[in-house]
C-alpha cells in the first residue's frame, strides 16, 4: 500500500471518528433552560441538601443559570416520572437528558465501549458474581462499576436493590445507556473532575484491572502526582502538546486531542490489543450504519462491507467498515507523538507488543489448551469454579496475566516483572502444572502434549542441561545457600 493511501485511510478513520478539538459548543438557545420552577427547587434543597445546591452554584451549569428543573423535568407519561412538589421530574438524570443540550457527546457515548458494560460483563465471567460471591455483593459491587438496569416500582419511585447506580454501563428507565455522572459528578458536572485519572480509577483498580496502580508506578503517573498544577484541567482547550505537556492521564491517552487528532467519549477506540482474557489477541473495529460500534478479534472472520452482524446487545446492524487494529495503534501514536521521538514511541510499542506475545506462547495458550482438553476428557466437571484447578486457572490468567499485561502497556517494569510474570510463573509451575499432574497420567499427558514442544518450557521439559544455572544467587535448588 502507498504510503498516500495509507495517510488517506488514516484520515478517514480519523474523519469517521471526528468530533472537534474542543468540547461542542451547546447549540441550544438560553432560552430553554433557566426553567422558572427550577428556583422552587433551589429554595428548598437550600435547606434540606445544602451541599447540592452548593456543588450546582459552583458548577459551569449553577453559571450559566441551568438550574435542577431543566434536567430533572419529565412527561408524566415516563415510565419514572413522579409528581414532587407539584412538579413532575424524574430522579435519574440519563444521557438521553444531557443529550437534550449536549447532543455531540450523548451521540459518542451512546456507542461506546462503557455504555456497553452490562453486556461485556455477563459475556466474559457470567458464572463469577453469583458463584463465588451473591447478588448482594454483585449489586454493591459489579454494578456500581458496570452499571445495573434501574428498575421502577409500581409507585413510580426507583428499586433500591437497583439504584442510586452511577455504573458507568447503567440501563437507565428511559432506555438509554450510561451515566454522564460516572466521570462527571452528579451535580458538580466537572470536566476537570472527568479528565483526572481518578475518576477512571475508582473503577480501574484491582484485579480485575490494575490500572491505578499501574498508572501510579509508571513515569506518567509519577509526574502526573508532582506537576498535577500544571495539567490545566479546567481549560475549555484540552489539545495535548498545546494546552499541557506535564504528563498524562488515561483520558489523554484513550479519549483526548492530541495535535489532528481529535477528543470523544469512546474509550475503546484506540487501543489494538485486548488484554483482559485468556489469551490477548488484536482487536479491529466494526463501525455500523447506524453509528453503533463493536470490537471484532484478530482470530473472528471479517465481515464484508454491507453484511449484517450482532452486536453487543444481540440485535443485528448492516456494517459500515472494518477499522483494523493498527489503525487503532496509530490514533494511539499520534498521542505519543505529541511529547516522544518517534524511534522512542516505536520501541516502546516493540517492547509492548514482545511482553503480549511472550504471554501469551508460555502461558496463556498452554494452559487454556490444557483447562479446553480437561473438560473435553472429563476430567474437570463443567461447573465453574468448583475444583481448586479452576480458581488456579482464573488467577493464572486474570489477575497475574492482567498485572503483566497492564504493566507492559503503561511502562510500569514492576508491575510487568515482579507483580506479574513473576508471580505468573509461580503461579504456572507451582500451581497450576502440580494441580493438573495430580488429575492422573491422561492430564499428565495434556502437560507433554501442549508443553514439550514449546521452547519456552525447554528448561522444564528437557532436563537439567538446558536450565540457566544460578542456585547460589536464588538460594533454590541448593542446599548449601544462606537462608
Known amino acids: 500500500m502507498s504510503a498516500p493511501l495509507r495517510a488517506c485511510l488514516a484520515l478517514l478513520f480519523l474523519s469517521l471518528l471526528a468530533p472537534p478539538l474542543l468540547a461542542a459548543k451547546v447549540k441550544l438557545d438560553p432560552s430553554h433552560w433557566g426553567l422558572e420552577g427550577g428556583e422552587e427547587c433551589v429554595k428548598c434543597h437550600s435547606k434540606t441538601s ?241 453509528g453503533d460500534k463493536r470490537t471484532l478479534l484478530a482470530s473472528e472472520p471479517k465481515p464484508a462491507r454491507g453484511a449484517m452482524m450482532p452486536k453487543y446487545d444481540g440485535t443485528e446492524a448492516k456494517v459500515k467498515l472494518l477499522v483494523p487494529a493498527d489503525r487503532r495503534r496509530k490514533a494511539m501514536t499520534q498521542v505519543c507523538l505529541e511529547c516522544h521521538a518517534k524511534n522512542t514511541i516505536e520501541g516502546f510499542m516493540q517492547q509492548f507488543d514482545s511482553v503480549i506475545e511472550l504471554y501469551n506462547a508460555k502461558f496463556g495458550r498452554p494452559a487454556q489448551a490444557i483447562m479446553a482438553d480437561l473438560y473435553e476428557q472429563g476430567l474437570l466437571s463443567p461447573a465453574p469454579f468448583d475444583e481448586p484447578l479452576e480458581l488456579t486457572y482464573w488467577r493464572l490468567w486474570h489477575d497475574e496475566g492482567v498485572r503483566a499485561r497492564h504493566g507492559a502497556a503503561m511502562m510500569s517494569p514492576e508491575h510487568t516483572g515482579w507483580q506479574g510474570m513473576h508471580q505468573l510463573g509461580q503461579n504456572f509451575y507451582g500451581q497450576f502444572l502440580p494441580q493438573v499432574r495430580a488429575l492422573g497420567k491422561a492430564a499428565e499427558a495434556l502437560i507433554q502434549q501442549h508443553l514439550q514442544d514449546r521452547p519456552e518450557h525447554a528448561w522444564l521439559t528437557q532436563g537439567a542441561d538446558t536450565q540457566t544455572p544460578a542456585p547460589e544467587v536464588l538460594g533454590v535448588g541448593n542446599r548449601d545457600a544462606e537462608p
Open 50 to 290: 445544602a451541599g447540592i445546591v452548593l456543588q450546582w452554584r459552583d458548577s459551569a451549569h449553577g453559571k450559566e443559570n441551568v438550574n435542577c428543573l431543566d434536567c430533572h423535568q419529565a412527561d408524566a407519561a415516563e415510565v419514572d416520572a413522579i409528581e414532587h412538589e407539584g412538579f413532575t421530574i424524574a430522579t435519574i438524570v440519563s444521557p438521553k437528558d444531557c443529550g437534550r443540550c449536549h447532543e455531540q457527546e450523548e451521540k459518542q457515548n451512546s456507542s461506546s465501549v462503557h455504555v456497553n458494560a452490562i453486556d461485556l460483563l455477563g459475556r466474559a465471567h457470567p458464572f463469577l458474581a453469583q458463584d463465588l460471591g451473591g447478588q448482594a455483593a454483585a449489586d454493591a459491587s459489579c454494578a456500581q462499576c458496570h452499571g445495573a438496569k434501574v428498575e421502577v416500582r409500581g409507585d413510580g419511585s426507583l428499586d433500591p436493590a437497583t439504584w442510586p447506580n452511577s455504573g458507568i454501563g447503567r440501563i437507565n428507565p428511559d432506555g438509554s445507556k450510561g451515566s454522564c455522572s460516572a466521570c462527571h459528578g452528579r451535580h458538580s458536572f466537572s470536566k476537570a473532575q472527568a479528565r483526572q485519572p481518578e475518576a477512571c480509577t475508582v473503577c480501574h483498580q484491582g484485579l480485575d484491572s490494575p490500572d491505578k496502580e499501574v498508572f501510579e508506578a509508571s513515569p506518567h503517573g509519577r509526574a502526573y502526582a508532582s506537576q498535577k498544577d500544571k495539567m490545566n484541567l479546567d481549560s475549555d482547550s484540552w489539545v495535548a502538546g498545546k494546552d499541557y505537556a506535564a504528563s498524562a492521564t488515561c483520558v489523554t491517552c484513550h479519549m483526548g486531542a492530541a495535535g489532528k487528532l481529535p477528543s470523544g467519549h469512546d474509550v475503546g477506540l484506540r487501543s489494538a490489543w485486548k488484554l483482559n482474557r485468556p489469551v490477548s489477541e488484536q482487536q479491529h473495529l466494526v463501525l455500523f450504519e447506524d
